[in-house]
């Protein structure tokens, strides 16, 4: 079972951040995991290896964030160009689902939305329906 090239996991909690590195570590499916703790450092980590190898193919996106939140992350990536662009899943993991956030959200480069915490179950279920050809767990 193949596993994916990189995960970006974008998100201001420290502690978040931490355990969901240790659960994909865990599961096993990346060869590696990058994180950024705002929007415009994860736009930073997409310039520099959007067009190589180690383009992530996920990002698990948190919508409020300081510096530069989910929404502004994603009007500005869609302004990025790079190589893999079409292939990258983008999910949203966050505590907010507002029904005026999600509306907002339907029209952005999104393939979804999960609740925090990020749990094994999650993951599996989003390589299943995302990656199917890789499935690593």
């Known amino acids: 079972m193949e596993k994916l090239s990189c995960i970006l996991l974008v998100d201001d909690d420290k502690t978040t951040n931490f355990l969901n590195n240790l659960l994909l570590a865990d599961l096993s499916v990346a060869h590696q995991v990058l994180v950024a703790e705002n929007g415009q450092q ?4 997409l310039r520099e290896q959007g067009n190589t190898n180690n383009c992530p193919a996920l990002i698990l996106l948190d919508i409020n964030m300081p510096v530069m939140n ?3 992350f994603l009007e500005a990536y869609q302004e990025l160009d790079f190589v893999n662009k079409q292939t990258v899943v983008i999910m949203m993991l966050t505590t907010s689902l507002n029904p005026r956030d999600v509306m907002r959200l339907q029209e952005m480069p999104l393939q979804g939305f999960l609740s925090k915490p990020l749990t094994r179950e999650k993951v599996q279920q989003l390589l299943k329906e995302h990656f199917p050809q890789k499935l690593a767990v």
């Open 70 to 72: 989910g929404f502004e």
């Open 42 to 45: 994860a736009l930073c980590i």
